[in-house]
């Protein structure tokens, strides 16, 4: 079942156990969690041809999930643009692997963060891994990405919020609604995080919910 809870830590364990023990490719996880948000964002917000859809990522894995929603949402005619915040590269190899392909098949990369006529923005900014307060630039491109006006879909967790109290220690997106992976986060429920979480999507990614050596769950629902 994956109506469990997870802290920061059991989550990054799941993961660990999945690609490591399982050998599953963290690019085939990347692409099920993408595929699956835009899926549910395509239904949700009411996309296809026509909608305009601004995808921001930052360097990490969030960053590649974002590249990866942008693909699917612009197979169903959706016009989509990307800006990538913190550096002219994605920091991981899952991530870059995402943003080479929406390169070769030429989405549109821009500078322009908030995208005020957009239909949706994606917030992949930063994941679950945070601690502390987002640090520039990414604090700036929270506040522009609020200020903005279009509902913004967050991926895993908004963008600032940390996903084991609920507490924003700085600029943090107020999603519209939050697709997250595999389990729901702790933080959703604590704190602040009904806040800025909006509505909540569990998405299955492709981790399996039993098997040998999964870690136990402790922060279960």
């Known amino acids: 079942m994956n109506d469990a809870e997870v802290r920061r830590s059991e989550m990054v364990a799941l993961d660990r156990w999945a690609i490591e023990t399982l ?36 360097p990490g894995n969030n960053g590649g999930d974002a590249f990866v929603v942008a693909r699917h ?16 590269e994605p920091s991981t190899p899952d991530a870059a ?5 929406l390169r070769r098949l030429e989405v549109p990369f821009v500078d322009e963060i908030a995208a005020p006529d957009a239909h949706l923005l994606v917030d992949g900014l930063l ?33 600032g919020l940390d996903a084991d109290t609920g507490v924003p ?11 997250t992976f595999a389990h729901r986060k702790v933080g959703f429920s604590r704190g ?20 040998p050596g999964r870690p136990t769950l402790e922060a279960s629902g």
Do not use: K
Request: charge should be neutral; hydrophobic fraction near 50%; aromatic fraction near 4%.
């Open 23 to 58: 050998g599953i490719p963290g690019v085939a996880l990347m692409e099920t969690a993408g595929s699956q948000a835009a899926a549910w964002a395509r239904n949700r917000f009411d996309l296809g041809p026509g909608r305009r859809v601004h995808c921001i990522a930052g």
């Open 73 to 88: 949402l612009r197979n169903v005619g959706a016009d989509v643009t990307v800006t990538l915040v913190g550096g002219d």
């Open 97 to 101: 692997v995402f943003c080479e392909v």
């Open 127 to 159: 994941g679950t891994g945070l601690r502390g307060a987002p640090r520039p630039p990414f604090a700036a491109a929270i506040e522009a990405l609020n200020a903005a006006g279009p509902p913004i879909l967050a991926l895993d967790v908004p963008s």
């Open 169 to 179: 220690a700085g600029a943090c997106i107020r999603a519209a609604a939050t697709a």
């Open 192 to 211: 602040h995080g009904p806040a800025f979480v909006g509505e909540v999507a569990v998405l299955d990614i492709g981790i399996p919910y039993a098997g």
